[in-house]
């Protein structure tokens, strides 16, 4: 006679094949999105090298590596990938929220400064023209001697 909510007992392949799920993937995985990662920041920095003219497209190209780098990262060794539907739930609202944050911040620094009141504009800070320095800032400031030397 058998018992009808008796627990199964568990086999060696069925045990191999819940350990197999459970981690999503063996350590071969593992160590490609490793060697990826080692090519996108030898990408990231052979395109910092070779772009140091062009900031324009230097640092685009390094964002968009970097941001390859975190997917993968993300992806497989925060397990993501092997993960259901919820994922979606928590990113995409997440995602939206963060692109309407920059959608609505950028106006405001950018027009920030047309309501300046006369003392304001006076004291805000202004770029830098000409060489004052070398390419690391300006040149540091000395100050004049407290008392004047005799004449």
Not at 100 to 104: D, V
């Given at each position: 006679?058998?018992?009808?909510n008796?627990?199964?007992?568990a086999t ?7 350990e197999?799920?459970?981690s ?6 593992f160590?490609f ?10 990408c990231?920095?052979?395109t910092?090298?070779l772009a ?8 685009p190209?390094?964002m968009?590596?970097?941001c390859?780098?975190a997917?993968l990262v993300?992806?497989?060794f ?5 993960e259901t ?12 929220m963060?692109l ?5 911040l950028i106006?405001d620094?950018?027009l920030r400064?047309?309501?300046?009141s006369e003392e304001?504009?006076?004291n805000?800070a202004?770029p830098?023209?000409g ?8 040149a540091p ?5 407290a008392v004047d030397?005799?004449?």
């Open positions: 006679m058998s018992v009808p008796a627990p199964h007992a060696p392949s069925s045990d191999a094949h819940a197999r799920s459970h999503g993937a063996g350590l071969r995985t160590l999105v490793f060697g990826g990662l080692l090519l996108l920041t030898a990231s920095y052979l910092f090298r140091a003219d062009a900031p324009a497209i230097r640092w190209l390094m968009a590596i970097s390859v780098k997917l993300i992806s497989f925060m397990h993501l990938i092997w539907r919820w994922k979606y739930v928590l990113t995409i609202p997440a995602s939206i963060s309407l944050l920059i959608a609505l106006p620094i950018g400064s047309r309501k300046y304001r504009l006076r805000a202004r830098r023209v060489n004052a320095g070398d390419e690391h800032g300006p400031h000395r100050p004049r001697p030397p005799p004449r």
